[in-house]
Structure formats: structure tokens, C-alpha cells
């Protein structure tokens, strides 16, 4: 028998299979050393055949298998193909997405650990009586055990002595047994609440089940008992001996969420996150593996999960950017899940109270089946949203960062010993220019982008088509000099509410304050305790936290979000408003909320603070097939990145030619297509420029490939090049 092996060099090169004699026990799916040169190596092996075109001679043996069990899921490799064209995965880059990295480098050893468990035909009153009544330790030791449970003995030699834990061994009430011990990261105690669904949750569980092979969308607002309705899916498909998947974005994984989840299905429950240590990662991917845990919790990379016979797969918050993995391996995840599903014959799941404009199109057209749940399960309404305008505030002499009514509402939540949230999105690097005297923003005439500054050349640039524009120092529109830059961050924001309030605790949540391991836990444990108390924060604010005493939310500058050179920005902001005002009244006290904006007109306003998201939907949807943007659209970046600047500007201009020449031929299809350099002009010492190309969808796959062949035919080593599709980062 021949082997196809699939070798883990990341060198585009080596990337294909390669013939080599397998063993007699080769498994399909099975990690192995293989010779390789003058090296060994590890390898994957693909498939097995009877014949080589590979001359006898030249075929080298097959190493020895690595692990027990073929590690790649038989369903893997018949999807690989697949993956790998969609997202033009090289096969190595695949691999390393079906295997844990720790497995890869072999750094996570199973620990053998020994158990001790009561043996069966124990009598624990009969016990109780023959048991020296003086020896106290024993008897608590055997009242501490419980049957069907298992316990490290260590633990219990320190708890009750090692010498009575010895002596209950010899006389056969307990038993040791070895076993690999599972690093088993967050095993929290919460009780399980008993909850029937409402019979609008039930409608759309029953629904679900009954269209199994197709994909679904819940629309259901904050509060409306998704998770509710996951965990009773998940329930019914293991109770038919299958598996799930569930992933939320890796922010939500906090352990309030997890413990819902535990409490409700306990060690059935593997959760695959970054917080973990190499070793505890490794024992939840082995868990699942090996079937000893059906339920996969976690984030974008748990879509990876090794489980067998899946009965459903449910992304929850499915409009979140992080289900796009933006570095390579580059993948989306919404398109993973489908072939799951569709491997699997079973239904997948999109949840969200502001779906993606991508997926509710996919469901007005009736590719995806619309669920809603428009009601909170404890009819609590939203709280409300008050829109201030920050150029009235500027007129009426606040320069300040807080409006007159966020500081009123801040010291009445203050007085009654509430909390409350200030958001702030700091998110990108060059900000947009704004007009503070009246709300001019700076934007492409071409595109209804807002522009981006350049510093370095003192240049407004439109990240869509390129076209530049002089940098502000009076407002085309009312003439005022207040021109200004739209930047402030959250430590301005903290450093202004304590010498505001300096009596009152003000955390701060940011990428900044949270890297060490427990430091967001410990956050989040210190605002819960503190009342009254402000946090002040980024999107992590925003995200599955349930805190009943906060009653005020502010939102600092709306439009920070709104103004990234982004299309899909209007929508951000409108997903981001929702999420962040769903902080506040989430229990007996009513919650309020306070956006600060220099554009209130702005129809993402009027919709987020009525919580219409099916109005907006139908502007924004109308707008992007208009201007032709995604999903009536592609966009492809191609971003080169080189060290020396000619190297990246020449390897930049090598591709653009070609892609040039492709697009006069195919004029009908394409709206765009030019080079130039890149937001960021530089980062990390390199270079960065890039071509964009818009494109209809009619003919797509074809212009798709065109491109990523294109790219992967330029040989030249020197710049690193990347192809994107419909970048969320543009810079
Ligand atoms: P969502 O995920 O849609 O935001 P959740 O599932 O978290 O909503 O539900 C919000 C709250 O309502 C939770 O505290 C949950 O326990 C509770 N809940 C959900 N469904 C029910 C129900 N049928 N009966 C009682 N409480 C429920
Ligand atoms: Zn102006
Ligand atoms: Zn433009």
C-alpha cells in the first residue's frame, strides 16, 4: 500500500502530497514521522492507494503512527478539499487548523494521574458498622465519597490521610484506578435553573428540529432566551447520541456564560479557548476526540472541534467581526460551519439580535430560515436611548468630553449607589476629520466613505477608490476652524471622571488592562462588588455581561465607529449601540442610556435608539446595492508587504499588471480595480501597499481564483502577499 502524506513544512514549495510505503496498520488520518531529505519529519497521512507513479526505488517507508488514534477526523479530509479551494488554503494550512498546535509540537503530554472510586458492591451503613468507631477520618472519608464520582488520591491522602485512605484500599471498599487526568480549566458551581421554554421559544425549537438539514436564524432581541432555546436543542440532539458544537466570540467567553452551560450539561462540556494553558487546550480537544465530552464551547477555532456525528452546530452573536479569522490560515467561519452541517446532515444555527447584513439577506432570500423572538422573556422593555448632540453642547460652551445630560445622569446613578458603563470604541489608528461646530464629516465624493487622514502626507484619502483630497483646516460647510482629529481614548475618559467624581471608583477595561490571565475576571469580579462604581471601556464592555445594579449606560462618541473607512461601518455601529445599551436595566432597576454624537441625524441613530433593526436593515441593504457593495459585491484586497520599499511598490506593480489586463477583459464585471499604497503605510518596518478590486458576483468564483492564482504565481520572496476578501481592516 502506497500513503499520501501531507508534510508540515510551511514552505509553499513542499506544499502537495507525497508517496510513501505505509505499514500495514496505517490509519487514514494519522500523524506520522516520515523521512524528508536528509531529515525526519512530521506528516499527516491523506489517503491510502494500491500504486505510485513514483518509481519503486525512489519510495521511502512510512515512520511509525504518533498518537493511538488517527488525530484528523475521517470528516476532515473529506471536507480538506473543499476548505482549502474556498478559502485557498494551502493543505498545510488545513492541517494546522484540524490539529491542535499543541499536539503539533508535541509540547502537551497526557498526565497520568490515579483515582481512587467506591467499589460497587458497597454497603455504606453495613460499612459504617464494621468500621473502627474511633477511626473519625475513615468514616468521614467514606461519607465524602459519593458512587459514580472519582477523586484524585492525592487529594484525598492530604484531606484525610494518607494511611486511612491505605486502609480502606485493603479492606476493598474503594479501588484505585490510573487514568489521564484532564486539566479541566473552569469547572464553576452554579446551580441549574429549571426553565420551560415560552411557546415562542418552543415554536422555534420544534421548528429547527423538524428542518434539520437547512440553516437557521434566530432574530431575537437581548433577554429574548437564545441560550435558552441553544441548550434545549443541544439536550434533544444528545439525547439521539450526537454531538454539538456552540461558539461565541472568544470577548463573551466569560465565565458567566460558561457556567450556564456546565451547570446544564456538566463534564459533557469541552471548552476551547485562549485563556488555557497549552496542556488544558490539548485535554479538552482530547476529551472531545475520544467522545468522553460531546459539547464543544468556544471560540472562532471551536468551529474546528474534533467531533464526530454532529447534531448541531450554533454560532451565537453571528454578526461579530471575530468569526473572520483575518490571519492566515484565513477563513470564514459561518462557511466552515455549513459544511459541517451539510457533512452532517444537521442544522446550523446563527444567532443574534442585530444579524449581519450578510446573513438577514441570506434570509430575506430564503436561503437561510428566519426565526424571531421579539420579546424579552421577563418583558422587561429596553432601556431607552437618548441621542445628545455634541455640537449643541460645543454652542452652548461645553467643550468638555461629557454632555450636560450624561454628567446629570452619572451623579443621580452615583447618588443611588448604581453603576455605570461608558463606552468608548477607540478602535483604528488614523481618525476621520469632523467639523465640531457642525458635524462635517469628510467624505469620498465617489464612494459615501468617510475619508482617512494620512499624516505623513497630510492627505484625506478614500480607502475605496484612492481618490485624495486636501486635509482640512476650515469646514467646507459652516467655515469653522474647529477642526479636529476625533481621537480620544479611554484612559482621557478616566482621567476626567476621577477628577470629576473623586469619590467614586472608576475601572477601566481595555486590551490594555486585561492581558494578564486573570485580570478580566478580576475586573469584572471588582465592578460587580462595588456600588457605586464606573467602568469605563472598549467593545469588551459591550459584550454577555450581566450586571442588574447598572442603570446607566453612555456611549462617548458614537461616531468613532460610524467614521472608519469601512462599508461595513454604519453597521458596526449599529450592532455596537444595540449590544452596549443591552448592558443596562437588565434586572429590577430600569436602565437608560446616552449617545454622544456630532452627526445625530444620521439615520444609524434614529433606528439603533428605537431599536428598529428591521428598518435599518432595509436602508443599509438598499444603499449597499446602489453603490454596489458587499453582499451585491466582492471585495478583494491584495495587501504586499516588503521591507524595502521598491520591493513592495515593484511585487505590488507585477500583480496589479496582471490583474489589470484581466480586469480590461472582463470590464462588464469589474467596478474597480486600482493599486496604491496602504492606509498604514508602514508597520513593523514594513512597507504596505495594496490593490483593490470590486467586483460583481455573476462570474465571481472565476475572478476569485484569477486573483489567488495570480498572487501565488509571483514567486518573488522578498514581500510577503496576501489576499483578502472583504476585508473588515483596511488598514
Ligand atoms: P439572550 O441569549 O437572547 O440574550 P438569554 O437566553 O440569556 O437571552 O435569556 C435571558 C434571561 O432570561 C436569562 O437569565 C435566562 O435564564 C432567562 N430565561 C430564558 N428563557 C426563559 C424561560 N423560558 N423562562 C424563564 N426564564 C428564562
Ligand atoms: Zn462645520
Ligand atoms: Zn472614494
Known amino acids: 500500500m502506497i500513503a499520501e502524506v501531507i508534510v508540515d513544512v510551511a514552505n509553499k514549495e513542499v506544499d502537495r502530497v507525497f508517496d510513501y510505503i505505509a505499514r500495514p496498520d496505517t490509519k487514514i488520518g494519522e500523524r506520522v514521522t516520515v523521512p524528508f531529505g536528509k531529515r525526519f519529519i512530521e506528516g499527516y497521512v491523506l489517503s491510502l492507494k494500491e500504486t505510485s507513479d513514483v518509481p519503486q526505488e525512489n519510495l521511502k517507508a512510512l515512520g511509525q503512527a504518533k498518537d493511538d488514534y488517527p488525530v484528523i477526523l475521517p470528516e476532515f479530509l473529506a471536507l480538506n478539499k473543499k476548505i482549502q479551494k474556498t478559502f485557498h488554503l494551502r493543505n498545510v494550512d488545513c492541517m494546522h487548523l484540524f490539529i491542535p498546535t499543541q499536539l503539533r509540537n508535541g509540547k502537551a503530554k497526557p498526565l497520568y494521574v490515579n483515582f481512587i472510586e467506591l467499589t460497587d458492591d458497597f454497603d455504606d451503613r453495613q460499612l459504617l458498622e464494621n468500621t473502627r468507631k474511633n477511626a473519625t477520618k475513615q468514616i468521614e472519608l467514606i461519607k465524602h465519597l459519593r458512587p459514580d464520582m472519582m477523586y484524585a488520591r492525592t487529594e484525598l491522602n492530604k484531606k484525610f490521610g494518607s494511611s486511612n485512605v491505605a486502609k480502606l484500599l485493603d479492606l476493598g471498599v474503594i479501588r484505585q484506578v490510573a487514568s489521564v487526568k484532564m486539566r479541566a480549566p473552569f469547572r464553576f458551581k452554579k446551580e441549574d435553573k429549571k426553565i420551560t421554554l415560552t411557546s415562542e421559544q418552543q415554536k422555534v425549537v420544534d421548528s429547527i428540529l423538524t428542518e434539520r438539514e437547512k440553516q437557521h436564524l434566530i432574530f431575537g432581541v437581548t433577554g429574548s432566551g437564545k441560550t435558552e432555546v441553544y441548550m434545549s436543542i443541544i439536550s434533544q440532539v444528545l439525547s439521539e447520541g450526537k454531538s454539538a458544537i456552540l461558539l461565541v466570540p472568544e470577548i463573551s467567553l466569560t465565565p458567566q456564560v460558561l457556567s450556564t452551560f456546565t451547570a446544564r450539561f456538566g463534564d459533557n462540556v469541552a471548552i476551547l479557548h485562549s485563556g488555557l494553558s497549552d496542556g488544558e487546550r490539548f485535554d479538552e480537544w482530547q476529551r472531545l476526540r475520544t467522545g468522553q465530552a460531546k459539547i464543544a464551547i468556544g471560540a472562532r477555532s471551536a468551529i474546528f472541534a474534533p467531533l464526530e456525528n454532529l447534531g448541531v452546530i450554533i454560532l451565537d452573536e453571528e454578526h461579530d467581526p471575530s468569526y473572520k479569522a483575518e490571519s492566515n490560515p484565513r477563513y470564514i467561519t459561518h462557511d466552515i460551519a455549513r459544511f459541517r452541517a451539510e457533512y452532517n446532515r444537521c442544522p446550523v444555527i446563527f444567532g443574534s439580535a442585530t444579524p449581519s447584513l450578510d446573513t438577514f439577506y441570506k434570509a430575506q432570500k430564503g436561503e437561510i430560515i428566519l426565526h424571531t423572538l421579539p420579546n424579552r422573556v421577563n418583558a422587561k422593555p429596553m432601556p431607552s436611548i437618548s441621542i445628545v448632540n455634541m455640537c449643541d453642547e460645543m454652542r452652548a460652551g461645553n467643550s468638555g468630553i461629557f454632555s450636560a445630560q450624561l454628567l446629570s445622569e452619572l451623579e443621580k446613578c452615583i447618588n443611588e449607589k448604581n453603576q455605570a458603563m461608558l463606552f468608548i470604541n477607540r478602535r483604528g489608528f488614523s481618525s476621520c476629520m469632523i467639523c465640531r461646530e457642525c458635524g462635517y464629516v469628510a467624505k469620498c465624493e465617489d464612494c459615501d466613505v468617510s475619508l482617512v487622514y494620512h499624516k505623513e502626507d497630510n492627505l484625506l484619502k478614500c480607502h475605496y477608490c484612492n481618490r485624495r483630497y486636501k486635509a482640512l483646516t476650515n469646514c467646507p460647510s459652516c467655515g469653522s476652524s474647529y477642526i479636529r482629529m476625533g481621537a480620544m ?76 473607512s469601512d462599508f461595513r461601518s454604519t453597521e458596526r455601529t449599529y450592532q ?60 478583494i484586497r491584495v495587501l504586499v508587504t516588503a521591507e524595502e520599499k521598491d520591493e513592495a511598490r515593484a511585487t505590488t506593480a507585477r500583480i496589479y499588471s496582471k490583474i489589470h489586463d484581466y480586469f480590461f477583459m472582463h470590464r462588464n464585471q469589474f467596478l474597480y480595480c486600482e493599486a496604491m499604497s496602504s492606509p498604514v503605510s508602514r508597520i513593523e518596518k514594513k512597507y504596505r501597499f495594496q490593490i483593490l478590486c470590486r467586483y460583481l458576483l455573476d462570474t465571481e468564483p472565476e475572478i476569485t481564483d484569477f486573483i489567488y492564482d495570480t498572487v501565488n504565481q509571483d514567486k518573488h520572496t522578498k514581500s510577503l502577499v496576501f489576499v483578502e476578501v472583504n476585508p473588515s481592516n483596511m488598514s
Do not use: W
Request: a positive charge; glycine letters at 8%.
Open 489 to 564: 481614548g479611554t484612559q482621557k475618559v478616566v482621567e476626567e471622571l476621577r477628577a470629576r467624581f473623586p469619590n467614586v471608583k472608576v475601572l477601566r477595561m481595555d486590551f490594555d488592562t486585561t492581558k494578564n490571565k486573570n485580570s478580566l475576571n478580576d475586573l469584572l469580579q471588582e465592578f460587580g462588588n462595588t456600588k457605586p462604581c464606573i467602568l469605563v471601556g472598549t467593545q469588551m464592555i459591550a459584550k454577555g455581561h450581566d450586571f442588574p445594579s447598572v442603570t446607566l449606560v453612555g456611549i462617548m462618541n458614537a461616531d468613532m465607529s460610524l467614521h472608519f
Open 576 to 635: 455596537l449601540i444595540t449590544q452596549v445599551a443591552g448592558r443596562a436595566g437588565r434586572a429590577e432597576k430600569e436602565g437608560k442610556v446616552i449617545l454622544q454624537t456630532y452627526t445625530p441625524k444620521h439615520y444609524v441613530y434614529r433606528f439603533a435608539s428605537n431599536y428598529d433593526y428591521l428598518g435599518f436593515y432595509g436602508k443599509e441593504i438598499n444603499l449597499r446595492e446602489v453603490a454596489k457593495f458587499p453582499p451585491f459585491s466582492k471585495i
